[in-house]
Nanobody, 122 residues
Framework: QVQLVESGGGLVQAGGSLRLSCAAS????????????MGWYRQAPGTQRELVAG???????NNATSMKGRFTISMDNAKNTVYLQMNSLKPEDTAVYYC????????????WGQGTQVTVSS
């Protein structure tokens, strides 16, 4: 199993910035896994979960169109950690942000974090 621990959510005023982090680790000490993909999704109340941004282990990224130019995803491969820098935040960015990873442990699986709340006040 691979565990994802998110941090960095909170309350911010419109126009402000937040940086989310998500660290992947093996649930058992010494477990070996390789990250193929990490990304962020978000879900606002009453809506479906949507992709915010993703990054492959080779470095290629993809961003949701509505967030291009405001959100930047990056990954520290050595730390198995993905970051989401969010600038020029808008009230409509308010949601629970979920980290996800596709990793090869015993086999290839997708894993999810518990989510971190981002609230943007107007």
């Amino acid at each position: 199993q691979v565990q994802l621990v998110e941090s960095g959510g909170g309350l911010v005023q419109a126009g402000g910035s937040l940086r989310l982090s998500c660290a992947a680790s093996g649930s058992a000490s010494g477990s070996i896994f390789s990250i193929l993909f990490m990304g962020w999704y978000r879900q606002a109340p009453g809506t479906q979960r949507e992709l915010v941004a993703g990054i492959r282990s080779g470095g290629s990224t993809n961003n949701a169109t509505s967030m291009k130019g405001r959100f930047t995803i990056s990954m520290d491969n050595a730390k198995n950690t993905v970051y989401l820098q969010m600038n020029s935040l808008k009230p409509e960015d308010t949601a629970v942000y979920y980290c996800t990873a596709v990793a090869r442990h015993v086999d290839v699986q997708q894993y999810w974090g518990q989510g971190t709340q981002v609230t943007v006040s107007s």
